[in-house]
Every structure is written in structure tokens, then in C-alpha cells.
């Protein structure tokens, strides 16, 4: 009877830990539904995360140092900051970008020296890229170079010379 006993008492006390564990954890995951929903803090740590998708939030400004390809659909929220291009090129091939600011002033700005700030695609592969708010801001020759798809839902894209 004793092991009965003993028994029992474990299992009520593993299904009680079970079930704190469980109230406990699961409002914790839920609340972070995006693996991928990260916040970066520098040039580094965005380019490493560039080629998985999903959804990346900016915390502050941030300057590339090197071309991007974008292979997996993205989500940028720019979250009122500057994603500065400075004379690299971003470019959405074979995967949909999409660009986004969520920030309350709607501040958050793309800007860009390069000839070619953002290049969408290319002659034999297909790419995307979503504009919903923010702006895109050009000082070289061409803003947005567009062989796949291009969707503008608001925000705006300035340049000196060709736009789109």
C-alpha cells in the first residue's frame, strides 16, 4: 500500500508541475510569435539575418557596408530610423521586400549614394518589392531599377535623377 501510495503522490505532484510549467511558459511564447522579428543593432547583425525573412524591426540607424541580396521574403520596419545604403546596392532577388515604418512620425528613411540604390530582380530572376511607408531617398542615378515587381501602397521615393 505504501508504494501506492508513493505513487500517487508522485503523480499528482508531476501533473501539478506540468501544468504550472505549462501557464507559466506558453504566455511567454505566445507573446513572441516571429523567430525572426529581431531587433538589430548594427550593420553586422541586420546582414546576418538579411537572407533568413521575416521581419526585421530597426532600433536605430544603420549604415551597410557591403551589397545585399535579399534571397527570402523580408520585412523591414524602419521604426523611424535610417537604414543607410550609403554607395551599396539592396537588392530583392527571387524574394519580396517589404518596406515599413510603424513609427508614430513616420520617420524612417532609406537613403542611398549608389548609382543603383535598389535593384528588384534582374533579367532572368524575379524579385519584389513592397513599399507601404517610409521614404526612399536617392543621390545617385537611379532610386528603384525594376525587373520584378513593384508595389507602392504609400511612403514616397525621392532622387536626383530617375525615380523608378
Known amino acids: 500500500m505504501k ?3 508513493f505513487l500517487h503522490k508522485f503523480s499528482v505532484v508531476c501533473c501539478y508541475l506540468l501544468i504550472t510549467t505549462t501557464i507559466v511558459v506558453l504566455p511567454f511564447f505566445a507573446h513572441n510569435t516571429f523567430a525572426n522579428n529581431i531587433d538589430f543593432f548594427s550593420s553586422e547583425e541586420l546582414q546576418e539575418y538579411f537572407n533568413s525573412g521575416g521581419n526585421i524591426k530597426l532600433l536605430n540607424n ?6 545585399i541580396k535579399v534571397i527570402a521574403d523580408l520585412t523591414i520596419d524602419l521604426n523611424g530610423h535610417t537604414l543607410d545604403l550609403s554607395d551599396k546596392t539592396l537588392s530583392p532577388y527571387e524574394a ?5 515604418d510603424y513609427s508614430e512620425t513616420q520617420s524612417g528613411i532609406i537613403t542611398s549614394t549608389a548609382p543603383f540604390a535598389i535593384i528588384v530582380g534582374d533579367s532572368t530572376h524575379s524579385g519584389g518589392l513592397i513599399i507601404n511607408s517610409g521614404t526612399i531617398d536617392c543621390k545617385g542615378s537611379y ?5 520584378g515587381d513593384l ?3 504609400g511612403g514616397s521615393i525621392n532622387g536626383d535623377d530617375f525615380v523608378v
Open 151 to 153: 508595389t507602392i501602397n
Open 96 to 100: 519580396s521586400l517589404t518596406i515599413d
Open 62 to 67: 544603420i549604415t551597410l557596408n557591403t551589397n
Open 143 to 147: 532610386c528603384v531599377t525594376n525587373y
Open 3 to 5: 508504494k501506492k501510495s
